[in-house]
């Protein structure tokens, strides 16, 4: 009883000692800055201070209600109804004098806030003829489809995809923007100065919209003139690139299938440069072309290094044939000389061995001439080695592990050949030819008749081969899943972009002169009754233009 006796002494001191108070002082700045409003607009001071919705007199008359409700509610000890009262008629004169403020703010921005816009409107204006000669020129020279928003343009607010029509938009926008500011200078002159600010707002909105919508153009006009310029040099770029293609790949050991695909991708070139200079162009698409042909380029580039790697394995391979060939004969001369009768295996072995010599000759002049197939050249070496081999191994009566270790030699081969040749995406590479050391020493050793020796050192060359390609093929995968997940998250980036202007362009077009408070809120707030002797309703909360005003976008944005 003691403690909410103390709390009704204290809320009655509240009311008499504070918020009455502030309630009378709130009352002297409403005649005061009616005095400078209607001296400053030539206006009955009355007719200042009472836009609907926004008068102070009406927050006060509020405040007035809620010392009468906070009277009658400490009359009959209800503390928080007190309270609460009380706190709601300070939210009013709080208010009150925001509005009061906002007002006399308004009045003293008046002339450079005018000056400002029709500044800006008539700045605007005079950029739509070279506009205009702007987007006239680029319909003129390049194709339809240049003039859409896509990829690599700019992100805005409100954009609809295409610079076609930007010119009737920026046009509308700024019409619009010339009626508001003349509804402002009415509305102003009549006292309404909360209001006209929330025309000068959308006034400038609209003149924001106007400049973006020019910037587009000129954002488009800049590209596709940047595009033209890069696409020049890059094609340039591409013709002395199959010139050194063409000296580099003159060499024997380029095989035909390459030659093939550099003729094509530089048969393309003269038609990109007739193409380069024709009406209703697409630069983005011929940029693309060219970005192809440049791909081709490397592809081909590294295609010819394989070229070279395979032909420097077949020689290898040959020169391993005639070794192995060479074996077979001395195997076969020391048989003979050792008077022993020979077995049905031994004289089918002795009489294979003079084939040999014809058909390695064959692959030597074969390798002689230039562009041939060195893939197959070097698969008929190895054939040949392990003819010899197992010639060799029949000879020496190790047949059955001969052909274990030949099979081990030509897999190692094979793989090795595939790590030779293999080309891929993304600019990965083999570099020389892995697992080939591995393998041309399991040969030597096939040679002396170390088959397990040889065995190993062939299976070590497959393991070097195929774990070269593995690596190849998950770096190239590694670059294709990085290259996509760039690309997604720039999409992602330029989304979350769009969507934070929107946001911002919604929030600039809701704001009004109080700080961005619009006067429909104050409306709102204004219209909540509270009779006397029930509990007051919240006081409305400030605005959320007033708590974190964000400007209006300026201009564009990165992507």
Known sequence: MAERLEQTVALHQRREDQTAPAVATARARIAEARRRLGTALGLDPARTLVEQGLSPEERLAAADAQLTAARASLDRGDVPAAQGALDAAEALVCEAGALIDTTLEVLERHEREVASLRAEHQRLETLLPERRATLTRLAATYAPDT??????????????????????????????????????????????????????????????????????????????????????????????????????????????????????????????????????????????????????????????????????????????????????????????RSGLTPSPAMLAARDEIPRLTPALDALENQLRRAHEDWAQVDAEADRLTAHAAQLTATLKGELERARSVVEAISNAAAAVRSAGSWTGGWKVLIHGSPGSDALEEARRLLQRGAYDHARAQAETARRMAAAAIAEAEAEMRRREAAERARRQHERALRQAAEMARQTRRSSSWSTGGLGGRSAEAYRAAASVAVPPGAAPAPAPAPPASVRDQAPAPQGGETP
């Open 147 to 336: 003039l859409l928003l896509g990829a690599g343009d700019p992100a805005h607010p409100q954009a609809n995809g295409t610079v076609s029509d930007n010119l009737e938009e920026a046009q509308g926008s700024l019409s619009e923007a010339r009626a508001r500011i003349q509804r402002a200078e009415a509305i102003f002159t009549t006292g309404r100065l909360l209001e006209a600010a929330d025309f000068w707002s959308r006034a400038r909105a609209d003149l924001e919209i106007a400049a973006v919508r020019l910037q587009e153009l000129d954002e488009k006009r800049a590209r596709l003139e940047t595009t033209e310029a890069a696409n020049a040099r890059r094609l340039a770029d591409l013709e002395s690139r199959a010139a050194t293609l063409d000296s580099r790949l003159a060499t024997p050991a380029t095989m035909r299938p390459t030659l093939a695909r550099l003729a094509a991708a530089r048969q393309r070139l003269p038609d990109m440069r007739s193409r380069l200079a024709v009406p209703a162009r697409n630069p983005f698409t011929l940029a693309a072309e060219l970005d192809a042909i440049s791909l081709e380029f490397d592809q081909v580039e590294d295609q010819a290094r394989c070229d070279r790697d395979v032909f420097e394995e077949a020689r290898r391979s040959l020169t391993a044939a005639f070794a192995q060939a060479q074996q077979a004969e001395t195997v076969a001369a020391e048989i003979a």
